[in-house]
């Protein structure tokens, strides 16, 4: 009893950066029609941006709001300077354009930050709470984590839904050409879509490393789950990416409590395959024929 | 300078060319394995196993359009087959080892292959890369029979004696077993090239082909959507699964840290860099890949960075490269060799025979402004 | 008083000059109806005026503004609103979030003659499904949201694409009575692309006939429906 209830506990927190990390992914499908396999990277670089200062004697709060900005930069950076020439073109160039931003900021990533692992502070304690004499195994940097993820999409809804600017985002998601007709600058608008998903990625990224160990490669496997989860909900929808992200979380954390870690990779894939093969619209699909 | 008769017969068939041009590499191949160093033999060898698996990939993205950055992982399934068969001691030759490799690729292929086949783009791609992260994880689950996180040491193959025969009667020296290896990889190499170039220009290549440029029109010429695209898989993926067991063999130990990712991205690499869907373009791929490393290496220890720091110049480069193919020549260097002579062979034509003026096509796309 | 001025405006996708010289004035006030068959140009020159295609030659002007120098995303700013072929509703969004952006983009300092009040008035229908989301509604209802959205823009001159294609004919005269109404009522200016010339016509002030990129006729709307060898040769009526 005591086990499982572990083990859903850390499926929770673990689903919670998983559904950040697939979000981010359905932002810029949403905006771009590309799958940001480089998101991976990236989250990885801003952690490192994170932790030099962290190193260099900074508090883990300026870490983690030097993680976000820096995320903010990368996003539109690499939006504005590379992704906006595959923009409507064959998806086969978008997607080996990101392979190649990939390898990119890996390499990068090791020159500058160095290849050996580091570890990475947490914030909260990372040990259950003692309850007379028998441990919750809720940990401090766990309820931080789902805080953080609960606030920042928060946020983003509330960005989305609730002012002008979120307004005409969506409308150049969905409809660029009307949208120019309509006044909105939509290249802009696809710029700050990769800086705000660049961010929620990072954010999944500091999450992911606190309490644990960074190299360049710590992301690597996160890109898979974070689009197994964005698959799982649909690609095309932020509730689903969520919900994808939290059924992903619990399903590895049980497949690794019970069968072992070392499958956790293989059972992504298998949910990945069959949910693609038996609804290809995801979990939540209204629309029943869609091409994936 | 007249072509001999007989000749010329041969080589107006496409098989005949191919056999042609396979004898001709065979030659070279036996040439350069005699010759070269140890050093540049055992480089020449993983040449050629990269250059196998990256032939293999161009063809399934290239003509088939289909993107896997899963391919490292059969590179995996053929190497640990390969290394579980050769120290099974049950002194089975090394060819049959490799061709065990191959049946063991060729049958995760295809059931991998079934499910790729309904899956397009950005789809085929997340789920292929989910395949590389996933299968090096199966070698430590069973790590009783795949050696777990240290791997398997893989035995040297005994020459056999035709072979050293052979060798000592070209150069007058034994063989060692890596330079027998060595052969056998590049002997591969030009075997499978032969094989892809025919299956390209035949009637199976041409289908893949008309299923990559247009699903809907290929269906209606009667063409089996999904037969072509498992084809197309199973064919790339036993490509693979010889360059996993060649592999095994020239690195001599099989463990899942050579088979990251970075793996999987490395071919894609390769076959971007030469030009989707052109063997020649594969080759230059691989041979980037093998000869630039060292290169870069040395390089940056030139510029005072660490050994670690300098082993990663040669990925940055490849992917800065990759990065810049796809934005000014997505056609990779083969591709935009062919456009420019076409360009020119055009031009000269037109030069030739002034034809009624048609105003050349639009250049791109219209451009989406911000 | 001419509102929008078009000289010699040409414009070419690769070989095909789908803009030949094409040269006219819409008039303050009044319905222009641009007709002619499918690959006269007639969406090409809406394209061309509201800056989505690059023309190759010739000036556009709207009041004092050098349209052609107007970037697509600053028209609605000019004055000018495009409604789009194919409806152009942003079909995630809600009736009234589409709506909505209309207004963001809306021409400044003007007086406002449309609100969202007003245009609830004139459009019922979109009040009561103000909080749906604009694919659930039908075709004639869409149109209806478009040229809302476009009202609320405060435009100097709508361009209506097509506002007829595929909605049933009770449907259709509906919204040219509306189109018509806001005219004679608002001073508004329209620049009306349609293949269904009859309809057109019935509520334009001229008319403007395409073929292969040139104008080749330039009259009274009047005019061109008692002409009926003109009817023939070019609007099939």
């Known amino acids: 009893m005591q086990q499982l209830l572990s083990i859903l506990l850390t499926g929770l927190t673990l689903g919670a950066v998983y559904a950040a990390f697939a979000l981010a992914l359905v932002m810029i499908w949403r905006s771009t029609r590309i799958v940001n396999f480089a998101q991976a990277p990236m989250a990885m670089v801003t952690t490192y941006v994170a932790l030099v200062l962290i190193d260099a004697g900074a508090s883990y709060w300026v870490g983690f709001v030097a993680a976000l900005l820096s995320g903010f930069l990368l996003g539109a950076v690499i939006e504005r300077l590379v992704v906006r020439h595959v923009e409507g073109k064959a998806e086969i160039n978008a997607v080996i354009l990101t392979l190649g931003l990939f390898i990119v900021l890996h390499s990068l990533a090791a020159i500058v930050f160095g290849a050996r692992f580091r570890s990475f502070p947490a914030p909260f304690g990372i040990r259950g709470f003692q309850v007379g004499d028998s441990t919750v195994p809720l940990t401090g940097f766990g309820i931080f984590t789902l805080v953080a993820v609960l606030v920042v999409m928060g946020l983003l809804v509330a960005l989305f839904r609730g002012t002008d600017i979120g307004l005409r985002m969506r409308a150049a998601a969905f409809g660029p050409e009307v949208a120019r007709l309509l006044g909105v600058k939509v290249g802009r608008m696809l710029t700050l879509g990769w800086a705000l998903a660049s961010v929620v990625g990072s954010l999944a990224g500091i999450l992911i490393a606190g309490g644990g160990l960074v190299h360049p490669g710590y992301m690597d496997s996160v890109v898979v789950y974070g689009f197994v989860a964005a698959v799982l909900g649909g690609l095309d929808s932020p509730g689903g990416a969520v919900v994808g992200g939290l059924a992903l979380g619990l399903t590895l954390s049980l497949v690794s409590g019970y069968v072992g870690s070392e499958v956790v990779p293989l059972s992504a894939l298998l949910v990945l395959v069959v949910v693609l093969l038996v609804r290809p619209g995801g979990l939540f699909a209204t629309v029943h024929e869609r091409r994936v | ?370 | 008083m001419t509102v929008l001025d078009v000289q010699d405006l040409t414009t070419t996708y690769g070989a095909v000059r789908a803009l030949d010289g094409v040269t006219f004035t819409a008039p303050e006030g009044k319905v222009t109806a641009v007709l002619g068959a499918n690959g006269a140009g007639k969406t090409t020159l809406l394209r061309t005026l509201s800056g989505l295609v690059p023309p190759t030659r010739g000036t556009a002007t709207l009041g004092d503004t050098d349209l052609l120098s107007t970037p697509a995303e600053e028209m609605t700013r000019a004055g000018l609103a495009h409604v789009p072929e194919g409806r152009g509703v942003i079909a995630q969004l809600t009736v009234e979030e589409n709506l909505r952006l209309g207004s963001l983009g809306a021409r400044p300092q003007t007086e406002r003659r449309f609100g969202l009040e007003r245009v609830f008035g004139l459009f019922p229908l979109l009040g009561d499904r103000s909080n749906q989301v604009a694919h659930t509604l039908s075709g004639g209802e869409r149109q209806m949201l478009v040229i809302a959205r476009a009202l609320l823009a405060e435009p100097s001159i709508l361009l209506l694409d097509e506002p007829s294609l595929g909605l049933a004919p009770r449907v259709v005269g509906q919204i040219f009575d509306l189109l018509r109404g806001l005219v004679d009522e608002q001073g508004l200016t329209v620049l009306l692309v349609e293949q269904n010339a009859r309809s057109a016509l019935s509520i334009a002030d001229v008319g403007l006939v395409l073929d292969l990129g040139k104008v080749v006729v330039h009259d009274d709307a009047r005019t061109l429906v008692d002409d009926s060898s003109l009817r023939h040769a070019y609007l099939g009526f």
């Open chain 2, 1 to 370: 300078m007249q072509q001999p008769q007989a000749l010329r017969r041969v080589t107006d068939h496409t098989l005949g060319r191919h056999l042609v041009v396979g004898a001709v590499g065979v030659v070279v191949v036996v040439a350069l394995m005699s010759f070269l160093g140890s050093f540049r033999v055992s480089q020449l060898a993983s040449f050629s196993y990269l250059a196998i698996a990256a032939a293999g990939l161009t063809v399934l993205t290239g003509l088939n359009g289909q993107l896997s950055l899963g391919h490292g992982a059969f590179m995996a399934i053929g190497a640990y087959t390969a290394a579980v068969l050769q120290r099974s001691d049950s002194g089975l030759p090394v060819v049959v080892v490799l061709l065990g490799a191959v049946v063991v690729a060729t049958l995760v292929g295809a059931v991998v292959g079934m499910a790729a086949a309904r899956l397009h783009g950005p789809y085929l791609a997340g789920a292929t890369l989910a395949l590389a992260i996933a299968v090096p994880g199966l070698a430590i689950f069973w790590s009783d029979l795949l050696g777990g996180e240290q791997g398997l040491t893989v035995p040297l193959p005994e020459v056999p004696g035709w072979f050293a025969d052979a060798v000592f009667f070209l150069t007058a020296t034994d063989p060692s077993s890596s330079r027998y290896v060595a052969y056998l990889a590049g002997v591969a190499l030009v075997l499978v090239l032969v094989l892809l170039a025919n299956v390209s220009s035949s009637r199976v290549g041409r289908r893949w082909k008309a299923v990559r440029d247009d699903e809907v029109a290929a269906q209606l010429a009667g063409i089996d959507l999904g037969r072509a695209r498992v084809l197309a898989f199973v064919v790339s993926a036993a490509c693979a699964g010889l360059a996993g067991g060649l592999m095994a063999f020239v690195v001599r130990l099989t463990a899942p840290s050579g088979f990251t990712l970075t793996l999987s991205l490395t071919l894609v690499t390769a076959i971007v860099l030469g030009g989707l869907g052109s063997l020649a373009g594969a080759l230059i791929g691989a041979a980037l890949l093998t000869f630039l490393p060292q290169l870069a290496t040395g390089l940056g220890g030139d510029l005072g960075l660490t050994d670690v720091q300098a082993a990663e110049l040669a990925p940055l480069v490849y992917g800065v490269v990759m990065v810049l193919v796809i934005l000014l020549a997505p056609g990779g260097l083969v591709g935009t060799v062919r456009m420019r002579q076409a360009r020119r062979a055009a031009l000269r034509a037109a030069a030739a025979a002034p034809a009624p003026q048609h105003d050349a096509p639009p250049s791109s796309e219209r451009e989406r402004s911000s």
